[in-house]
Nanobody
């Protein structure tokens, strides 16, 4: 039910903006971005709590370079990524904790729903 867009290839130092769209009827408690390099564990990037707009960046790599934001009218969450480095190369997943699911986005696997992923290559 979550659809990502905006991935692709970019040179080091460049920027990408990822978007995650949910159906109009989907009510999330929180939405996050998680990335994964093949053969490695998932790594939390950032998350946003929908009702109070509380934002958390889950890794030092994201602070100051990545910005998560929500558009409540469109039921979308975006991730603006600047100053990208080769270390940012990964599959990026949008994930959400549906309201009432019991999930709280507090860990990279603490989500009830996942998008298909979008590849980012730097």
């Amino acid at each position: 039910q979550l659809v990502e867009s905006g991935g692709g290839s970019v040179e080091a130092g460049g920027s990408l903006r990822l978007s995650c769209a949910a159906p109009p009827t989907y009510t999330a408690y929180c939405v996050g971005w998680v990335r994964q390099v093949s053969g490695k564990e998932r790594e939390g990037v950032a998350r946003i709590y929908v009702e109070n707009n509380n934002i958390r960046y889950d890794g030092d790599f994201a602070k100051g370079r990545f910005t998560i934001a929500q558009d409540s009218v469109k039921n979308m969450v975006s991730l603006q990524m600047n100053s990208l480095t080769p270390d940012d190369t990964a599959m990026y997943y949008c994930a959400a904790a549906r309201k009432g699911s019991g999930h709280t986005c507090s860990a990279p696997d603490d989500y009830s729903d996942w998008g298909q992923g979008t590849q980012v290559t730097v």
